[in-house]
C-alpha cells in the first residue's frame, strides 16, 4: 500500500514467484483472503514506520516457507493458523510481530532479532487472555533491542515454546495482564 490511506484485499490472491512483498508503506494494508502459494516461497514485509499488515486469513506455505518482518512494520496475525506450516519460520529482523486472539503459526521458529541493534518485537494481543503461542523462540547473538510479551491484556497469555537466548531479552507486559513462560529458557544472556 503505497497510498496514505488504510487498503483492504477481500479477494484471494496467488503468486508464483521467488518471493511475496506484503507493504504496507504509507498506509496499512489488511488481507481478509487467502494467498495461495504456488512455489512455497517466502513471504516479505517491507513497510512504513508503524504501518500494519494484519493479516485476517491464511497465507499458505510448506516446510520451505518463511515470513520475514525486514522493515518496520507492524504485522498481526488475527485467524487461527493465519500461517501455513512454515518449517523455516518468522524472522522478525526490525518490526513487530502480534499475535491476536486464537492466532498461531503451524510449524517453525520464531527468530527475534537480526543480530544487530534493530528493533523486534513479538507480542500476544488478547485482551482477555488464553492465547498460548507454541513454537519455539530464539533471540540471535548481537540483537540488542529483542522484546517478547503481551499488549493490552487483563488475563493470562502464555508461550509454550522453549526460549533460547544467544543475545539479552526484554520480556514485557502491558495494562496490568500476566505471560506465563512455560518452557525452557536456556542460553547464557540476560532477561530484563
Request: charged content about 10%; glycine content about 14%; proline content about 3%.
Amino acid at each position: 500500500n503505497e497510498s496514505s490511506y488504510p487498503q483492504v484485499i477481500n479477494v484471494p490472491l496467488s503468486f508464483k514467484g521467488l518471493a511475496m512483498e506484503l507493504n504496507p508503506i504509507n498506509g496499512d494494508l489488511t488481507l481478509n483472503s487467502p494467498i495461495y502459494n504456488n512455489n512455497n516461497s517466502n513471504y516479505l514485509v517491507y513497510g512504513g514506520n508503524t504501518k500494519k499488515l494484519s493479516l485476517n486469513e491464511i497465507l499458505y506455505g510448506n516446510g520451505s516457507s518463511s515470513l520475514t518482518i525486514k522493515e518496520y512494520s507492524i504485522v498481526s496475525i488475527g485467524y487461527p493458523n493465519a500461517i501455513g506450516a512454515f518449517g523455516n519460520g518468522v524472522n522478525i529482523e526490525r518490526g513487530e510481530l502480534w499475535f491476536e486472539a486464537g492466532a498461531s503459526i503451524n510449524g517453525g521458529i520464531i527468530k527475534v532479532g537480526n543480530g544487530n541493534s534493530n528493533v523486534a518485537k513479538l507480542y500476544l494481543n488478547d485482551a482477555d487472555g488464553g492465547s498460548t503461542i507454541n513454537n519455539n523462540i530464539t533471540v540471535p547473538s548481537s540483537s540488542s533491542q529483542s522484546y517478547i510479551g503481551a499488549l493490552n491484556t487483563s488475563g493470562t497469555n502464555i508461550y509454550s515454546g522453549n526460549l533460547s537466548l544467544a543475545a539479552a531479552v526484554q520480556l514485557e507486559s502491558f495494562n496490568g495482564g500476566t505471560v506465563n513462560f512455560s518452557g525452557d529458557i536456556s542460553g547464557s544472556y540476560g532477561v530484563t
